[in-house]
Structure formats: C-alpha cells, structure tokens
C-alpha cells in the first residue's frame, strides 16, 4: 500500500494495537495521533491518505462533528473511514456518521482490521491517480461486475473476472470490445454516461454468451495505464436467478467479519445483490413482556421514508410472532393491514423471524421488491441464511451487553469456562509464536475438594468455589487468564515469562495465599489447599493440548509428593539427554544457517514516554520445532562454550544495526546487550567489544552490556577486571534482574554499574503485593542514593507506570510501551517517532505542546 494511514486514538493501549496491527500487515506510512489537533500538525502538506482508523468513545453528536473536522483536513479528505467504537462509547454502531465506511470493536482489531480495510476500497473510491493495479486488486477480491473503458474510442480497456464469469464471454473477447457491444443503456446514449461518469444508475442489459442479463450499470473516473478511463459497474436484476451468484453473495456475507453487529454491512449487501427495494431489520427482546421493537437498520430505494406506527405493521407483528411470510408475486395481499407495504408498492415480500438456538425470536428480517422475487427457490434460502447471520450476531451482542457469554462464562465463578479458555489459550500461542513470547500454564486442583462437599454440602462447596477464584484473581496481573476448566480444576495461563522462576514465585504466592482459613457459614472454617502442575510454552510443548497435558501430569506428581505444592513437568532422563544432545548440534549451526535473530525492545524516559533506548534480545526459531526458549538454549550453549561465538554474533549485530539506525535518525539510542558468566571470564572479551565497536563505527557510549545480578564475583575470577576495561572503553554497565539475586550494597560498590534493572517479577505485583510494592520503592532510592540511573522491567498495565512514576523511577520497558520488534517493525517505529517529532516541532512554533509518545 503505497497511501498513508492515520491511526487517531486517544488511548495509547488502543492506538498501540492499531499500529502494531497494520505494522504486521505491511501498511506504510503509518500516522499516529491521540485526536484531531494533532493529525491536523502530523499530516500538515503531506499527500492524501489511503485510510482513517478513528476511535469513537463519546455520543453520535460528537462522532459527527469529529467526522467534519476530520474531513477539513486536506489529507483525509477523501480517505475511507474505518471507526473503533471504543468502550464505553455512548452509542450504537447504527448511529455512527454516514461518512463511516465500517466499524468494529477493539477486541476485533487484531484479526479484522486489514479485511475491513480490504472491504472498505471499492473501485469508486480510487483516488484519481490509482494506478491500474489498485481496482486490479478490487478485481480480484470481489464478485462485482466491472469493465474499464477508454471514454474517447468507447471500448473495453479491463474486465472483471465475474464478467467473463458471468456472461460466459471470454477475456479475449471483453478486451477491446465495443462498449455497445457489452453493455446496451436504455432511453441514454452510452457516450453520454461515458461523458457525464456521474454515479448514476443507468438501465441496461448487459451481453450474455445466450441473450443478455438485465440490470442497471453506474460510471465514475478513473486512471488506466495512466491515463484517463471510466470504470463501469453492472448489477444485475437477475442475480436471485443465479445459483452462483447467491452462493457468492452468501460467501461474503459469512465473511463479512466475525465480530458482532455486522447488520449495516450485511443489510447492505442483500438490497444491492439482491436488487430489493426495502430491507429492515429489527430487534425484539423475548424476556421483556410489552418491550417495543426496535429498528436496527431500514434501507430502501427512492425518496420514501416509511415510518407508520408500530401497531399499524402488521405484517411485523405476525414476524415477531414468529410466523414467516413468504409471498414471491402477491405481497399486496398484506396491505390491508400493514400501510408500509401499501406506501412502497411491493409486489414480492419475504418476512422472517430470527430465532435463538431455544427458538425464542429475537427480531424480524423483512425484506420486498417492487417486482417479483423470482425464484424463490434461491432467494428464500439466502434470505433464512442471513437471518440465521443476524440472529447469531444479536444473540452475541446480547450476552455481551448482559455481562455474560452464553456457554462461555461459568456462571459459578464468573471465570471463563473450558470452551472460552480453550479458545483465548489459542489465541495466545498464536500471538506467541509471532512475538517469540514465553508463557507458562497452571493446572491448579483442590485438594479433597469432594471431602468438602461430603461432609458440608454442595452450597458450601460453591462457596468455597467463588472464594478460590477470588484469591487466584488476585494473585495475577490484569494481562493473566484465570478459568474455570471442571470441578475444582482451574486454570492460570501467565504471560509474558522470562524465567522459569517468574512462574515459580506465582505458584508459590498461590499455594500460599490458599492456605489462609476460608470462614463458611455457621461460624465453619475450612483449610483449602491446593496442588499445582506447571508447564512452559514453547519448552515443554508447541500446542495447546499438550501444554495442558503436560500441566495436568505435573499436578499429578504434586498429589503424589503429599498435595499442597507445586511441581513442574518434566520429561524423563533419557528423554531430555536425547533432546538436549539434537538441540546442541542443531545450535552449532544455527547462527551460519540464519535461525537466529534479534529483536529490539524499546526503553522510555518514565516522565516522557520518548524512547531513550532499547534491549537486543536472542530468539532462535528451529526448523522443525519452531521458536525455542531463551530459557532453554542458552543455559545449553553456555555448557557447550557455543555462548562465546554466539554472543560474539549477537553484539557485532545490534552494534550494527544500531549503529545504522543512529546514522539514518541521530537519535542517540542506547543499545543494551546482555553479557553471559561464561563470556564475563573471557580474557580476550575486551578486545572481542574493542574491535565490534572499531568495525561497527558505533559510539561505545551508547552501547550497556547488561551483567545478570546473580553472576559471582568469586566465581567469575576476570569479573571485576573486565567491568572496569569495558566502562575504560566508553562502554556502560547495566545490572540485570536485580532482586532476584544475593546482591549486597558492597556488592554495588564493587561493580562499576551505571544502571540497575529492577526484575519484572516484582513490578508486575504492582497492586497486588505490598512487599514487592517495598522491594521496587527502596530498590529505586538505594540506586539512587549510589547515583546508579534505575530501569524497570516488564511494566505493563497503567497502575505499573502511575506507582513507578511517583517513585522516581528513571526508565521504563515493558508491553505497555511496545513488545519485542523486529529490525524492520523496529525501523517502522523509529519512522513514526522521527514524524511524530516534527509534527511536535511544528506545534510547538504554533504554540501547542505536542509531546512525543512511543506508538
């Protein structure tokens, strides 16, 4: 996509996932900007926009007037304009703008954003200077009936594929032929459409391979090869005649998105390919006794607007009632007692009731054309599959609105149930695999759970219930999954794991907040305890079910070892001999055959939000078992000394690459790469560094080699030495994972450390545990003190940021800010940040403040 995008979005977790979206999709130049004011600065003489992503949070009134003010500035003139109709916005979607091409909520960003946008590109919405292939690829992606006509010689320049399908004419004989000889307008000479390109609908029959198809066909302008052309759309009259084309229409109903409220788009769809004269959806609550229906979408054809009484419509009484009304050619029969048939002249008419899956009706499709239906053979069943599509999309809104998913939220706890989770527990490998992000899964299991109902009863058994998932609630960040799988059995999926031990300190949290007394009533206090399996992804298993499976025996093993703890799974001895022996060959090789790479984690200044830096971390993606673990490969190239070679190729690659990146943006980044304790006793490692930074050009000032507390100054002999050669060097020093270790203040003294690190197993208790809540306060204050500059670890929800915030904390890193990037995701963002900054310059000599903000 060679136009822009500008993504507006006042919260940055939302602006954060439209950019990351788009990013993946390949979409560039991307605009980011937190409301109007600031686009207006960023896009100030830029050419125009291929597409507007705007947040909508407040009421109708003020969508409209966002959408105007939109709409005056020059780039977005004419871009299409996709809305996120965030949460807590005070209106339906029905209500947005007209100027709004389509919408969708934020939880369908990731996996609906690009098609939506795909959608929203039709031929008539080409800028005049698309190139060819621009409505090539509208070609392709519809089933519309499209020629390209050279407006001066009259004849056909392009076809659409469903013209040659259609018509059963080959390409051969589309190209270059006559206009008149494709499409013959009635009572309008075709150079006058040519001419005028209008968008006017225009009677005509359009050449068939045996007759000719009747319908209408609409002109605009657009460019060919170059040059000035006029694309034509046909639509026939006859497309409920076809087979081919209803199963076509179906397709792209069913494919209109996934996500809930897909009525406009879909209403839409039918009246134009069905070539109807009145579609209207409406909405009906079974539960309410008296409850008046309420009209989703009306759409129709001229300049009628059909409003009579609800009691006066009767045909949508007996729909409602939950009788369906089929009447191809006598729809008249019915205007005796509804008015609205009557004002419109339908002579086809189709009423349907939408059913839930216990049958109760949820609203009414009603549907008419002022001819006759045709075959109702194939209308009827394209009319009950949209039904059947809005039925299933009110009955999801439904349950979302009530605060409930049928069949997904345990009614119990409210947790996610077994189908909810299976599917989030998906969602996350999938994300996992495209991030290289490390995850951990919990099986926890009651122990004696049945004693409690056996001896207490059921009741206290469901109390005991809700308490449990209170304390496991609590015992987890806000970006952690806690479900309800069966039973007592539950499940806690934590993201976002660096070590092993991040999961340990979680288990044991959870064994021990369960032991505390748990009151029922008549003054009973029970003792609750726990048994807890854990397993890693990718470490242990690649999928879903084996992770469960793995986590479900080593909650097995923790029942054996006398209950009330946990244990991780592992494989057998000789299981994990033969695995580690093929994981060190393939190592050997890794780095030459291109299976390594690096990804770049952002740092920012804590009162900015700029970026001030960023962390080079190592993934290996095997051939065959796909991403493997830090975790995992590189405690096994430390054992086989394969950490010297690779870390070797690991600094001469970020210096490099930042060093390209300082050449092309002057950003001064700080580049932070971690040193191993087997690297650390090398006695040539400064020279190793000296020559990387003589051969990457690179300032050894912007370069911190991160040292991991738990490292010995007894048992790494060159230590000391080799700290103070690299600070000698320019280079800086950055103390890793602090907390986790035995570090003392002598320690610190010791060690020529610029930064420390605080451990993200603490700042992700922000909130949740007053005792690591201390840790992190007296962990900044202690640096400090020793003038060492403080950055925290894994930050990311907004309470992180307010609590490290008001403690002074120097820099942040976390995915609240920005997850691990590729080089090129990475470039995309530094891009963005250099726009962002000169849009801000551009502000701030305007006399408007524009900070600058890691997309």
């Known amino acids: 996509m060679s136009a822009g995008v500008l993504i507006v979005a006042a919260q940055r977790d939302l ?40 947040a909508f949070d407040g009421d109708a009134d003020d969508a409209r007037q966002r959408c105007e003010q939109l709409r005056r500035i020059p780039a977005c003139a004419d871009a299409p304009l996709l809305a996120v109709l965030a949460d807590g916005a005070g209106m339906r979607p029905s209500q947005l703008p007209e100027d709004v091409s389509d919408w969708l909520y934020p939880a369908q960003v990731e996996h609906e954003l690009v098609a939506r946008w795909q959608r929203a590109r039709p031929p008539s919405a080409l800028p005049a200077g698309a190139a060819s292939d621009d409505y090539r690829f509208a070609f392709e992606q519809d089933d519309s009936e499209w020629l390209v006509v050279d407006p001066l010689a009259a004849r056909v320049l392009e076809a659409s594929p469903a013209v040659a399908r259609n018509s059963r004419l080959g390409m051969e004989m589309l190209r270059g032929a006559l206009l008149h000889d494709v499409l013959g307008f009635e009572g309008v000479a075709a150079e006058q459409v040519l001419e005028q390109a209008d968008h006017a609908w225009y009677p005509c029959q359009r050449r068939a391979q045996h007759g000719a198809d009747t319908g209408q066909a609409s002109a605009r302008r657009v460019r060919h090869g170059g040059r000035e052309a006029v694309a034509l759309l046909f639509r026939s009259d006859r497309a409920d005649l076809r ?44 539960e309410e006794r008296g409850g008046a229906p309420t009209l989703l979408a009306q759409l129709w054809r001229g300049d009628e607007q059909p409003a009579p009484a609800l009691a006066q419509q009767g045909a949508l009484r007996l729909v409602l009632g939950g009788r369906s009304l089929l009447h191809a050619d006598d729809a008249q029969r019915l205007a005796a ?71 997904l939220i345990d009614a119990l706890t409210g947790l996610p149930n077994r189908l909810l989770f299976n599917d989030r527990l998906d969602t996350i490998i999938r994300e996992a695999r495209r991030t290289g992000e490390c995850f951990a899964v919990l099986f926890v299991d009651l122990d004696n759970f049945k004693g409690i109902n056996d001896s207490h009863g059921h009741a206290a058994g469901d109390q005991v219930l809700r308490a449990v998932t209170q304390r496991l609630v609590g015992s987890v960040r806000a970006s952690d999954t806690v479900a309800r799988y069966a039973g007592d059995e539950f499940i806690v999926v934590l993201r976002h794991i660096v070590k092993t031990d991040d999961a340990l300190r979680v288990a044991e949290k959870i064994v021990q907040v369960m032991e505390a007394p748990l009151a029922i009533g008549g003054g009973t206090q029970l003792q609750v305890t726990a048994s807890i399996g854990i397993s890693f992804y990718p470490d242990d298993a690649p999928d879903a079910d084996t992770l469960l499976k793995h986590a479900d025996e080593a909650m097995y093993a923790a029942k054996h070892l006398g209950r009330n703890n946990f244990q991780i799974y592992e494989v057998s001895p000789e299981q994990a001999r033969q695995h580690d022996v093929a994981l060190k060959s393939r ?14 984690q952002p740092q920012v200044d804590a009162a900015s939000e700029d970026i001030v830096g960023m962390e080079a971390l190592l993934r290996w993606e095997h051939p065959e078992l796909g991403p493997i673990s830090p975790a995992t490969f590189i405690p096994l190239a430390e054992e086989t000394g394969l950490i010297v070679s690779i870390g070797e190729w690991v600094l001469r690659t970020a210096c490099a ?21 087997v690297q650390l006793m090398e006695a040539d490692l400064l020279d190793t560094v000296a020559a990387v930074l003589r051969e990457t050009g690179l300032d050894p000032g912007l370069l911190e080699l991160e040292v991991t507390e738990s490292i010995s100054i007894k048992a790494v002999p060159n230590l000391l030495e080799n700290l103070h050669g690299l600070h000698r060097l320019g280079c800086r020093i950055a103390i890793d994972d602090f907390g986790t270790g035995a570090a003392s203040l ?13 451990d993200q197993s603490f700042v992700r208790n922000i909130g949740l545990d007053p005792d690591d809540e201390a840790i992190v306060r007296a962990t900044i204050e202690m640096a400090h003190r020793l003038n060492r500059g403080v950055v925290a670890e894994g930050v990311e929800i907004e309470s992180h940021l307010a609590f490290l915030r008001a403690n002074q904390c120097d820099e942040l890193q976390g995915y609240l800010f920005c997850r691990p990037l590729t080089q090129i995701s990475f470039e995309n963002l530094l891009a963005e940040r250099q726009r962002l900054l000169a849009g801000a310059a551009a502000g701030l000599s305007a006399g408007e403040a524009s900070p600058i903000q890691v997309a």
């Open 587 to 600: 190592l050997r090789t890794a780095a030459r055959n291109g299976e390594l790479k690096l990804v770049y």
């Open 243 to 286: 087979a081919e084309a209803a199963l076509a229409l179906l397709s792209r109903i069913y494919a209109a998105g996934g996500g809930l409220d897909m009525q406009k788009l879909v209403a839409r769809l039918l009246l134009d390919e069905l070539n109807l004269d009145y579609l209207a959806l409406w909405s009906a609550r079974p």
């Open 746 to 758: 002598d320690y610190l003294r010791k060690l020529p450390a610029d930064r420390i690190k605080i």
């Open 15 to 54: 602006r954060r996932a439209l950019f990351d979206t788009l990013d993946r999709a390949g979409h560039a130049p991307i605009h980011t900007a937190r409301g109007l004011s600031h686009a207006a600065i960023l896009l100030d003489g830029r050419a125009p926009l291929g597409l507007v992503v705007m």
């Open 337 to 407: 007692s509804d008015p609205l048939l009557a004002e419109l002249k339908l002579a086809g008419f189709v009423g349907l009731p939408l059913f839930d899956e216990r049958r109760a009706v949820l609203g009414a499709l009603l549907a008419g054309r002022r001819a006759p239906l045709g075959d109702m053979g194939i209308i009827e069943p394209v009319l009950r599959c949209a039904a059947a599509r809005f039925a299933h999309s009110l009955e999801l809104r439904r349950t979302r609105e009530q605060g409930r998913a049928e069949g």
């Open 657 to 677: 690459q930042a060093q390209d990146w300082e050449r092309r943006y002057g950003l001064r980044l700080r580049l932070g790469v971690n040193l191993s304790a």
